[in-house]
Structure formats: C-alpha cells, structure tokens
C-alpha cells in the first residue's frame, strides 16, 4: 500500500499451534486480487448495458426456465397487453402461445437445450391478456442465466406484416375482379353492337316501307 495507490488484496491466516495446542504464531497469504476486481467490474458494467439495451428494445423479450417466464422486457409485457412484469413472471410459458403451437414450441425448446444451438425463426400465435390472438415471428436460443440452462425469446410483432399482406390480397382480388368485369363488358358490347346495328338498318327499311305505302 502506498500513499498514490490502494491495492485490495485477499489474506488467508493459518494459526501456527504447539504439540499442545497453544498459538504460537501463524502463516499469512497476501493474493494481489486487482485483475479480479477489475474483471467483475467489466462483468457488472456488461451486465448493466445488457440488461439496459434489452430493457429499451422494441421487440418482446422473454427468458423461460423449466416451462417458466423468468424474465420479461417492457415490450413482451406491451405486446400481450399486460401493465407490468410481475403478472407474467413465474407463470408457464405455454399460457402465452397459442395450443395450435404447444407442440411445436416443446420440441424445439428439448432440441435447443440438448443441441445448445438456436432454433430456427418462424411464425407463432401468442394468447394476449383478452384472449386474442398475436402474430409474432419468434426466434428461441439457449441461454446460461443465472447460472442455470434456460430459454431467450425474441418476438417480432407481425400485425403491419399481416394487415399490409391482407391489403395486398385485397388489392389483388380487386384488380382480378376488374380484369373479369372488364372482359364481360367487352362480350357483352359485341351483340349490343351488333343488334344495334341491326336495329338502324331495320329503321331504315321501315322509313322506306312507309313511303312505299304512301305512294299506294
């Protein structure tokens, strides 16, 4: 220790005894732990950014433990339509999908966490809080928290992909329809033509009938 400098050090003391017992002196390892101490600060500083960038993301965030949500971002609690963390943590994972994806969700959760490798992206049905439904693209990975194997969850919402798709199908029927509606209205302008035409050479024939029958 020096007056420019506190270096935090670890000291184990083991006592020196006597054949009968007494203390006669004892051993005192001094560890310079500097290099630790500055590896945890590194960690809590990581941990800190982390756990704030996950905090500000825009898409849900979730981490489930053994079937449970133990973690929850302000967005995955938006998303389902609840006010805060505390009524999803601790509650079964599997409340939140939909049943159609149970199955499907169980499988990849026991393959990622035999394989420790992300399962693929792909579409699921989240239950909200009202009971509807909510398309998100969800990509699921193994994780280490707290120590312990567990899931992270990434949800996209896909409503603006869904309604922007749906216009699209619309816009698309709309277009076929005036396409269809185009076509009928040129079949059917041929005989009108046609019978129009039929109908000013028969006015003709009339006018001349008519001076004929005048003429007599």
């Known amino acids: 220790v020096t007056a420019e400098k506190v270096t935090p050090v670890r000291i ?26 500055e590896a945890e ?10 756990r704030t960038l996950i905090e500000a993301a825009p898409d849900g965030i979730a981490v489930c433990r053994e079937g ?7 967005a995955f609690v938006s998303e389902l339509g609840y ?37 693929l992206p792909r ?10 439904v909510l398309w998100v693209e969800i990509a699921t990975l193994p994780i280490d928290f707290d120590g312990e194997q567990a899931i992270l969850l990434f949800a996209h ?20 329809v005036g396409t269809l509606a185009a076509g009928v209205a040129h079949e059917i302008n041929n005989p009108v033509g046609y019978i129009g035409s039929n109908l000013g050479t028969l006015e003709e024939y009339q006018q001349d009938l008519f001076q004929v029958l005048d003429v007599y």
């Not at 963390?85 to 079964?92: E, K, S, T, V």
């Not at 579409?123 to 509807?132: A, K, N, P, V």
């Not at 216009?167 to 698309?172: F, I, M, N």
């Open 12 to 37: 184990d003391f083991a006592p020196i005894r006597s054949e009968g017992g007494e203390v006669l002196g004892g051993v005192g390892i001094v560890e310079d732990i500097t290099d630790r101490r």
């Open 41 to 50: 600060r590194l960690v809590r500083r990581s941990e800190a950014a982390f």
């Open 68 to 74: 449970r949500l133990v973690f929850v971002n302000p």
């Open 83 to 119: 006010e805060s963390p505390g009524q999803l943590l601790d509650r079964p994972v599997l409340d939140m999908i939909h049943p159609d994806d149970h199955a499907k969700f169980e499988e990849q959760s026991r393959w990622m966490l035999d394989s420790w490798k992300p399962a």
């Open 123 to 132: 579409e699921t049905q989240l239950l909200r809080r009202d009971g509807s």
């Open 157 to 176: 919402d896909l409503t603006e992909r869904k309604e922007m798709a749906a216009r699209l199908a619309q816009a698309d029927r709309m277009a076929s």
